[in-house]
T-cell receptor, first 115, second 113 residues
Framework: GAGVSQSPSNKVTEKGKDVELRCDPISGHTALYWYRQSLGQGLEFLIYFQGNSAPDKSGLPSDRFSAERTGGSVSTLTIQRTQQEDSAVYLC?????????????FGPGTRLTVL | GNSVTQMEGPVTLSEEAFLTINCTYTATGYPSLFWYVQYPGEGLQLLLKATKADDKGSNKGFEATYRKETTSFHLEKGSVQVSDSAVYFCALSLDTGRRALTFGSGTRLQVQP
């Protein structure tokens, strides 16, 4: 079946602009995660959604970052007033549910470059 | 807090050499352990996992054994190929606390023909 998809694959923006990144999880997966991969920081957790429960936003680096998940499926990560330090690859993952044994399946990522 | 420590790379090997990438973890509890691989230009994909002590995960000739006594999950392969060149990430997850993977910093493997 189809894997996790993300769009766009690449995004170049100017400092101060807002960007939206989209994630389509695997059908039937109730858990969805956003991570950020950057040279200096490695792979960092950003936010976690599980079904209709309140998301865990504890990894978001600032209040410029927000995310939503509509209808328990597609998710959008929004970065307002982008800064150069936001440049990174943003990865989305999904799993059947949250159990520590569950495998998380990753999308190809969105490479964000802030000029 | 929870953390994963991996050996620094890059690791450079000749084809058919034996590979070990060390991974140790710190966790409050008994985590599940994973190795993910990222091939050039591609996304992260699961290589193998182990969910309890003494379990051995294996896939594509790679193996790793969950050692609770040494809090380790070292990745091994008996004979590497050029196509194994990639970045390898060790990770853990726990039912308690944050519901997300905690990753190591990644180890780049370069296999030369």
């Amino acid at each position: 079946g189809a894997g996790v998809s993300q769009s766009p694959s690449n995004k170049v923006t100017e400092k101060g602009k807002d960007v939206e990144l989209r994630c389509d999880p695997i059908s039937g997966h109730t858990a969805l995660y956003w991570y950020r991969q950057s040279l200096g920081q490695g792979l960092e957790f950003l936010i976690y959604f599980q079904g209709n429960s309140a998301p865990d936003k504890s990894g978001l680096p600032s209040d410029r970052f927000s995310a939503e998940r509509t209808g328990g499926s597609v998710s959008t990560l929004t970065i307002q007033r982008t800064q150069q330090e936001d440049s990174a690859v943003y990865l989305c993952a999904s799993s059947l549910a949250w159990r520590q044994t569950d495998t998380q399946y990753f999308g190809p990522g969105t490479r964000l470059t802030v000029l | 807090g929870n953390s994963v420590t991996q050996m620094e790379g890059p690791v450079t090997l000749s084809e058919e050499a034996f590979l070990t990438i060390n991974c140790t973890y710190t966790a409050t509890g008994y985590p599940s352990l994973f190795w993910y691989v990222q091939y050039p230009g591609e996304g992260l994909q699961l290589l193998l996992k182990a969910t309890k002590a003494d379990d051995k995960g294996s896939n594509k000739g790679f193996e790793a054994t969950y050692r609770k006594e040494t809090t380790s999950f070292h990745l091994e392969k008996g004979s590497v190929q050029v196509s194994d060149s990639a970045v390898y990430f060790c990770a853990l997850s726990l039912d308690t606390g944050r519901r997300a993977l905690t990753f190591g910093s990644g180890t780049r493997l370069q296999v030369q023909p």
